[in-house]
């Protein structure tokens, strides 16, 4: 474990903020604390990046896709369509920060663009390159080199509240990014009515995320970074990575002792475990009908701007 200060301000001067507990792969309690000096809500102390591994799900010896075509036709297609807003149907050079096992970039190929990827995981980097065939590097974006200004799109869905260093990763895509280039940022919003409602449960999926941002905290950051956002988009429900649904089990696990072990640990040699895909297929299907459960509270959230997902579009000062 590291002691680490405020990302945004670099400060050390932080007050208690929640006790949360992580669930799966492995059980653990973490604490957040917020900064006095800024207000960014943060994990402190974490696991270094070597104990961090222990608490990312490892498929082994699976050789299907890491995602079930739920989330290839719903969630890469509607970050495409979201897109298509802001980029006026032009193509160019795209990045994109934590590509996971690369579908998104598979489809924005697709759809003209010229596209390279950075992947912390090895495993999932290595299927990007492999079997859909793309220019992902394993790594992190600060151990890269990319040209200055070579950038029209960067984003980074689902992965700034991953790094250990969000402020210094803006920063570099600030340098590689175009001037007139567009940052796209999907996170989590740690100031929605799902947490107001869920308080301790909601879920904020330690230690995997070690930043918990608030429209404020990302718009300093951003700034620090010498970018301007210019629109926040909130959004709630149908398969989002975090929300009314994903919070709901977390209180489910908490309240029965629930460890959610990865397929990994499921099964024995009379019984086998299920693949991976009949796996994720499951937990997809079931967040479904959750997510239609709550969908009018997750209309609602998003209506007065306290959705549990945001989306921001920023532009170089």
Aim: with cysteine; hydrophobic share 35%.
């Amino acid at each position: 474990m590291e002691d680490a200060p405020c990302n945004i301000c670099d400060s050390k001067d932080t007050s208690f903020f929640r006790k949360v507990g992580c669930f799966s792969p492995k059980r653990g309690d973490f604490t957040l604390v917020k900064c006095n000096t800024c207000g960014l809500i943060y994990l402190n102390p974490r696991p270094d990046k070597d104990e961090m591994n222990e608490f990312y799900p490892f498929w082994p010896g699976e050789k299907v896709s890491f995602h079930p075509d739920i989330n290839i036709y719903t969630r890469q297609r509607k970050k495409l369509n979201l897109l298509k807003k802001y980029i006026n149907n032009k193509t160019g050079e795209v990045l994109d920060v934590g590509t996971g096992s690369g579908e998104f970039l598979e489809l924005m190929k697709d759809n003209g663009w010229r596209v390279s990827g950075v992947e912390y995981a090895k495993t999932t980097s290595e299927y990007a390159r492999e079997n859909l065939h793309l220019n992902v590097k394993t790594g992190d974006l600060l151990e890269t080199n990319f040209q200055s200004c070579y950038f029209d799109l960067v984003t980074l869905w689902d992965s700034l509240e991953h790094l250990y260093s969000p402020k210094e990763t803006l920063i570099e895509i600030n340098r590689i990014l175009k001037d007139d280039g567009l940052l796209v940022i999907s996170t989590p919003n740690i100031d929605n009515l799902a947490a107001m409602m869920f308080k301790n449960f909601w879920y904020t999926n330690v230690p995997r995320h070690l930043y918990q941002f608030s429209p404020k905290t990302i718009k300093l950051v951003l700034k620090k970074a010498n970018f301007k956002a210019f629109r926040i988009i909130y959004t709630a429900g149908f398969c989002e990575p975090v929300g009314f649904a994903v919070t709901f089990k977390t209180l489910v696990q908490s309240k029965f002792k629930i460890n959610s072990k990865g397929p990994a640990h499921m099964g024995s040699n009379q019984n086998p475990r299920p693949s991976l895909k009949t796996i994720l297929l499951f937990k997809e299907s079931l967040r479904l009908v959750l997510e239609l459960i709550f969908l009018p509270i997750s209309i609602l959230s998003v209506l007065i701007k306290k959705g549990p997902n945001m989306i921001i579009f920023a532009k170089k000062c």
